[in-house]
């Protein structure tokens, strides 16, 4: 059964404006982490942000932070201040901390409008 | 210096054949994997190995066989091609396989093109 979905195949966001790529996941288990990767068009896939199912604080790295509200199970992608070099596809995961397995969902892809 | 590196880049072959795609991590990982991007984008994992052992195994064709020589080493071999195997496959690797903070390093990818 899939566990992560992420609803938006596509999306548009004008240059230096911020946007919100939604995850949402499904597991019984209390202990997991759920990650975001870029995938440019280049094919390579870029780490980008971990959050921990016991992390009592939303993740941050630079312009992306990570919206985590557990009892809704989503943990949404927050990129700020949009740039051109942020039109890829991008991937939630999350890793299932007893069979060890990383579950992907099926890719948003953004593009940056100047 | 390459932490996940995958040869070759580019594989274009006929059905029937036999080819191999080779993988190695030099961050002293002990878990490598190999996924399977399709033309749809979808990443789905097919091995993972931790130590050389074999720990996942999902739903692949028998045609596609795994083999870590070493832990930093996972090689996929792929028996008799077929047209639905062309895709991309990715390797990646791990540290601390029984915990969830550490990321998934990835290879470059490896596009496999059966005609």
């Known amino acids: 059964a899939q566990k992560i979905t992420q609803t938006q195949p596509g999306m548009f966001v004008q240059e230096k404006e911020a946007v919100t790529l939604d995850c949402t996941y499904d597991?019984?288990?209390?202990?997991?982490?759920l990650f975001w990767y870029k995938q440019p068009s280049s094919g390579e896939m870029i780490f980008l942000i971990y959050q921990g199912s016991y992390d009592e604080q939303n993740a941050t790295e630079g312009r992306y932070s990570l919206n985590f509200q557990k009892a809704r199970k989503s943990a949404n992608l927050v990129i700020s201040a949009s740039q051109l070099g942020d039109s890829a596809m991008y991937f939630c995961a999350m890793r299932d901390a007893i069979f060890n397995k990383f579950y992907f969902g099926s890719g948003t892809k953004l593009n940056v409008k100047p | 210096d390459t932490a996940v590196s995958q040869t070759p880049k580019y594989l274009v072959t006929q059905m029937g054949n036999d080819k191999s795609i080779k993988c190695e991590q030099n961050l002293g990982h002990d878990t490598m994997y190999w996924y399977k991007q399709d033309s749809k984008k979808f990443l789905k994992i097919m091995f993972s190995y931790n130590n050389k052992e074999l720990i996942i195994n999902e739903t692949v064709p028998n045609r596609f066989s795994p083999k870590s020589p070493d832990k930093a080493h996972l090689n996929l071999h792929i028996n008799s091609l077929e047209l639905g195997d062309s895709a991309v496959y990715f390797c990646?690797?791990?540290?601390?396989?029984?915990?969830?903070?550490?990321?998934?390093?990835f290879g470059p990818g490896t596009r496999l093109t059966v005609t």
């Open positions: 990646a690797s791990s540290q601390d396989p029984m915990g969830t903070a550490n990321e998934q390093y």
């Open positions: 597991t019984s288990d209390q202990s997991y982490g």
